[in-house]
Structure formats: C-alpha cells, structure tokens
C-alpha cells in the first residue's frame, strides 16, 4: 500500500485551515509537526517549508499546542533552531527552567548564521516584551566598549560587556569572542548603540569579521532588521541559561586560549575591508 505523501497531506490541511468559522490552526501545528517528526531527514524544501509553517502558526494557537509542539521537538536531534527559539520564546506558556534555556543557548550558538537570523527575527513575538531602561552612565560604558574594540582588546570589552548587560563574565566572554557576530548585534541592539559604532566595533575587535566586507555587511542589515525588544528577548534568554555552568567546552572562540594574556601583544591583523569595500544599509560603512 502506498502511503500519501506528506506534501499531499500539508496542502490538505492548509485548504482546511483556510475556511471560514473554522479554526483548525492548533491541529494543523500539531500535524505538521508529527508529519516532521516521523522522518529523519529533510530535503532543504521540505525543512524551509515546516519553518516557515510553523513559524506563522506559533502564535496563532493555545500555550497547550505549543507546549505539546514544542516538547515533540525538543525530542527530534535535528529539530529547527528558529522553530524552538520562537516556541520558547511565545510569552504564553510556562517559563522554560535553566535546563531548557542553556539548551536554548547551544542552539543559537551551534547555528549557522542563516539560522541565527531567523531566531533573532521572529523574537519580537509580544509587545509587552521587556524593554532596557536607559542606564546611568551609558554613554561612558559605550565610548569604554567602542575603544576596547579599536584597541583590539577583547578581553577588556568583555569586562565592559559584562557590566554593560548585568551579565554573567562566561556569557560575556561568548558574545565576544563569537566567530561570525551575531552576539554582537544583538548586545549593541538591546544598549541602544548607534549603528555608526557598531560598524567601528565589528570592524577593530575581531578578525574573523572585521576581515570580511560582506560578513560586515549581512551584521549591519541583521542590525536594521530585529527590534530592540527582540534583542531584549534572547538577551533575557542567554541569561537564564548561563546561570547554569558549562560542562562542555565548544570551539567557538576565534582566540579561545590565553586571551587575556596575549591582547596587548597581538600583532596587528591584515588591512581590514576599507570604506569603497563595504557598505551598510543605510549608505558606506562609517569609520574612524
């Protein structure tokens, strides 16, 4: 007997899901996932396809259906970060323990940055998110970060971090020294830095970016694209779970030993990417 294809099935229930005085969007959510869950491996179609379902529907259904969702593909070893991200985040059903949210950190940290995109993206999931109350001293702690990076000192800005987000130095530390940057953006985002300074810190603080026109490029416009309460959000979530210690160590540091030691005797890195080789959204990437 030959088993009807979960396309087939998909485009079923999304007519259905269409029809005038019926909701059926929880059962929908709860079969797309099924059907997702049942087969180990996804073609890219098929993966972007459940996504981006699913992401539309999270927030249109009961904290019950999440909940449920969200506990089948925490389960599944190749479950979408954006996907988790967006259900742990809904603001609806019970707050995830410590456990789950350093869970949620390994996710966002292990991804890739098509992926880090889409969590940071779909975040900003209720209005009455969280918002940073402006900080005595701000401005000081951002000129303090702004010449720390210039000075290609990361060790130091991460101490400013550190106290800049009332974070832990572990989780400092990661943002930092985070290869491909998103931390970054989402830390500037969520401390009101201007995206003048932000290019100038992208640029001098680590090589692994500031060495790349277009990995700068793709930060600046991730910048312009999530909100502040969006930042807000995962900020509030990597707290939580850096509150447990890690067990685990992961290479994801672009100088992951004796950093401290060796910053004020770095040698200087290759020419980074001059004004002509990149540009921001909003015009030339601005440069001391």
């Not at 292990?110 to 005595?136: K, Q, Y």
């Not at 001293?137 to 971090?161: D, M, Q, T």
Request: charged residues 25%; contains cysteine.
């Amino acid at each position: 007997m030959v088993k009807p294809s979960a396309r087939v099935s998909l485009d079923g229930l999304v007519d259905l899901a269409c029809r005038d005085g019926v909701d059926v969007r929880p059962t929908l959510l709860r079969v797309l996932t099924d059907l997702y869950v049942q087969r180990p491996v996804h073609s890219a179609e098929e993966e972007t396809q459940f996504v981006e379902l699913a992401l539309g529907l999270v927030d249109a259904v009961d904290a019950q259906t999440r909940a449920t969702v969200a506990a089948k593909l925490r389960q599944y070893p190749k479950a979408p970060a954006a996907v988790l991200s967006k259900l742990a985040a809904s603001g609806t059903a019970d707050p995830p323990d410590t456990g789950a949210n350093e869970d949620l950190i390994d996710l966002f940290f292990s991804a890739p940055s098509d992926e880090r995109r889409l969590i940071l993206v779909n975040l900003d999931v209720t209005s009455e998110a969280a918002r940073r109350r402006p900080m005595p001293g701000a401005s000081e702690l951002v000129r303090r970060l702004e010449s720390a990076a210039l000075r290609r000192n990361p060790a130091e800005f991460s101490r400013i971090l550190e106290r800049a987000l009332s974070t832990s130095r572990t989780l400092a530390e990661r943002i930092t020294y985070d290869h491909f940057g998103e931390p970054i953006v989402v830390a500037a985002k969520a401390l009101g830095i201007s995206i003048e300074i932000l290019q100038r810190i992208l640029l001098f603080l680590n090589p692994a970016i500031g060495q790349s026109a277009q990995r700068l490029y793709e930060l600046c416009v991730l910048f312009d694209d999530i909100t502040p309460a969006a930042a807000e959000r995962m900020l509030s979530i990597w707290r939580a779970g850096a509150a447990r210690p890690r067990t685990v160590h992961e290479s994801i540091y672009w100088d992951d030993e004796r950093r401290g030691a060796r910053a004020q005797s770095q040698q200087a890195s290759p020419r980074p990417p001059t004004k002509r080789e990149i540009q921001s959204p909003r015009g030339k990437i601005n440069q001391r």
